[in-house]
């Protein structure tokens, strides 16, 4: 993973791990020294139809820092839970669960229909981070983009998607 | 131009009114849609020239802080450095409405 901050590249590294290897690995990591889990969260890739699950974890130690990453297909969303490694992924992995579909296995409370909704309503759209699910602001709002100060470049422009959205989201309705 | 200064004074965001051309970068590239520019388009005959030509004249910039994340996108895309950063952070307000800025906010 690569971040830009000022210019200077700050490059962390991402230790990618098979899904089998997933538990095993971290709990390695874990007896190595890597014990503070930082956060557990998933990205949605849907054009290569399958998940990037991250995790950060830090040392106690030291001030250092560590990646790891799995790749979960989307179609067997699937992934062995840590709970056992870190106590602090039942929250990430329920919230991970609910936020894109993931299942957790091994994650006792994120199987139990009673915890099912963590942090959404009931009236929220179903894993609200998958990319294919439309932002209702930027959906319903007008993109201050669209206007343009000369009308005869306004006819010629050639039309860019506001940033933060996806074509699909106007398929449907009223077909912007 | 608006005084060069360190990009890591990322306090907030300046306008020059008089540089800016309503080009519309900044407000198309902003990944959270802060920036709205009302201009329009005026014909004018510079001295000694044969034809008008059109100027577009800003009527109205503004940055919403209430949405605005400080990634400085817009100070990036701008080609006529009309944008930049200041050192000093705005300070707090009473009413969400006041975190809309305007040419006059931004330019002082």
């Known amino acids: 993973m690569t971040i830009a901050a000022n210019s200077v590249e700050i490059t962390q590294q991402?230790?990618?791990?098979?899904?089998?290897?997933?538990?095993?690995?971290?709990?390695?990591?874990?007896?190595?020294?890597?014990?503070?889990?930082?956060?557990?969260?998933?990205i949605d890739r849907p054009e290569q139809r399958?998940?990037?699950?991250?995790?950060?974890?830090?040392?106690?130690?030291?001030?250092?820092?560590?990646?790891?990453?799995?790749?979960?297909?989307?179609?067997?969303?699937?992934?062995?839970?840590?709970?056992?490694?870190?106590?602090?992924?039942?929250w990430h992995e329920r919230e991970t669960r609910e936020m894109f579909g993931i299942t957790?296995?091994?994650?006792?409370?994120?199987?139990?229909p009673m915890a099912q909704g963590l942090l959404l309503s009931d009236e929220a759209p179903v894993t609200p981070l998958r990319k294919h699910v439309p932002l209702g602001a930027r959906v319903d709002t007008p993109w201050p983009g669209n206007a343009d100060p000369d009308p005869r470049r306004s006819a010629t422009r050639r039309r860019q998607a506001p940033p933060g959205t996806r074509p699909e989201w106007f398929e449907t309705g009223d077909g912007q | 131009m608006i005084e060069d200064i360190a990009i890591e004074s990322r306090g907030t965001i300046k306008l020059s009114a008089p540089d800016c051309t309503s080009c519309m970068?900044?407000?198309?590239?902003?990944?959270?849609?802060?920036?709205?520019?009302?201009?329009?388009?005026?014909?004018?005959?510079?001295?000694?020239?044969?034809?008008?030509?059109?100027v577009a004249v800003l009527d109205a910039f503004t940055i919403d802080w209430g949405l605005c994340?400080?990634?400085g996108i817009c100070v990036e895309v701008c080609p006529f450095d009309a944008l930049a950063w200041a050192p000093s952070p705005r300070g707090g307000v009473g009413e969400a409405e006041q975190l809309v800025a305007g040419i006059e906010d931004l330019s002082g």
């Open chain 1, 104 to 112: 957790f296995t091994g994650n006792v409370v994120s199987h139990d």
């Open chain 1, 14 to 42: 991402i230790e990618w791990i098979s899904a089998e290897q997933w538990r095993d690995s971290l709990a390695s990591a874990h007896r190595q020294g890597w014990v503070c889990l930082d956060v557990l969260t998933a």
């Open chain 2, 69 to 71: 994340m400080y990634c």
């Open chain 2, 25 to 54: 970068l900044c407000v198309r590239e902003c990944p959270v849609w802060c920036i709205e520019i009302d201009s329009h388009t005026e014909q004018v005959t510079p001295e000694g020239a044969r034809r008008p030509r059109s």
């Open chain 1, 50 to 90: 399958e998940f990037h699950v991250v995790l950060h974890a830090n040392r106690v130690d030291s001030a250092l820092g560590q990646w790891w990453g799995v790749v979960v297909p989307q179609h067997d969303a699937e992934l062995a839970s840590l709970v056992d490694v870190f106590k602090a992924a039942a």
